[in-house]
């Protein structure tokens, strides 16, 4: 069992960055893949990105790509989301979601893989 802890969201201007941070418990981290997802007022959750349990792959939604930027630190038990040039439909309430896989190579970017969530953390951008 892992538990997973958002935070770092709020109000940001159009243009304007966050870095997202997602905490884990456990000792396991590594051997999870981790995903950042979405959720707008009256749409359903979104994929955002991906990351493989070493960080060598990562995976984009088209929406995210060139913007956002994915990372982790196994020795910190910590996924990143770092967001750049945001626009007003990047609000909603991001989570965060990881699933053990048995190898480097897995990844998913269907919500319905992942095992874990957080409790989500709201990101705003408005003028």
């Known amino acids: 069992q892992v538990q997973l802890v958002e935070s770092g969201g709020g109000l940001v201007q159009p243009g304007g960055s966050l870095r997202l941070s997602c905490a884990a418990s456990?000792?396991?981290?590594?051997?999870?893949?981790m995903g950042w997802f979405r959720q707008a007022p009256g749409k359903e959750r979104e994929f955002v990105t991906t990351?493989?349990?070493?960080?060598?792959?990562?995976y984009y939604a088209e929406s995210a790509k060139g913007r956002f930027t994915i990372s982790r630190d196994n020795a910190k038990n910590t996924v990143y989301l770092q967001m750049t040039s945001l626009k007003p439909e990047d609000t909603a309430v991001y989570y965060c979601?990881?699933?053990?896989?048995?190898?480097?190579?897995?990844?998913?970017?269907?919500?319905?893989?992942?095992?874990?969530w957080g409790q989500g953390t709201q990101v705003t951008v408005s003028s």
């Open positions: 979601a990881a699933r053990s896989v048995p190898s480097d190579t897995y990844y998913y970017i269907n919500a319905a893989s992942y095992v874990y």
């Open positions: 456990g000792r396991t981290f590594s051997s999870y893949v």
């Open positions: 990351i493989t349990r070493s960080g060598g792959i990562t």
